[in-house]
């Protein structure tokens, strides 16, 4: 089965910036379009893909996020990163890799707290 492992979150003031990473133990990580995802806290709130990068580098954001959040990730490390600035308090959430369309299982994530 294929490990995820989220890192990079913390608590951080609005208008600020942190970088997640994500490393994924697949054979198969070059030919996979890889995503992050968020849920944020409360009742009743799904997961959302916010961004996801193919095989060839292609992205795609959530409107939520363009312009905001950069998507990347480098093959020889089978990882991926999301580099987030401006970062809103509407931001806060535990963030998930996972490929695009996602496994059926996830890793751990990592919490994004925006807060002043």
């Known amino acids: 089965q294929v490990q995820l492992v989220e890192s990079g979150g913390g608590l951080v003031q609005p208008r600020g910036s942190l970088r997640l990473s994500c490393a994924a133990s697949?054979?198969?990580?070059?030919?996979?379009?890889w995503g992050w995802y968020r849920q944020a806290p409360g009742p009743g709130k799904a997961r959302e893909l916010v961004a996801s990068i193919s095989f060839r580098g292609n992205t795609n954001y959530a409107d939520s996020v363009k312009g905001r959040f950069t998507i990347s990730r480098d093959n020889a490390k089978n990882t991926v990163y999301l580099q987030m600035n401006n970062l809103k308090p509407d931001d806060t959430a535990v963030y998930y890799c996972?490929?695009?369309?996602?496994?059926?299982?996830w890793g751990q994530g990592t919490l994004v707290t925006v807060s002043s």
């Open positions: 697949s054979l198969r990580f070059n030919a996979y379009t």
């Open positions: 996972n490929r695009d369309p996602s496994f059926d299982f």
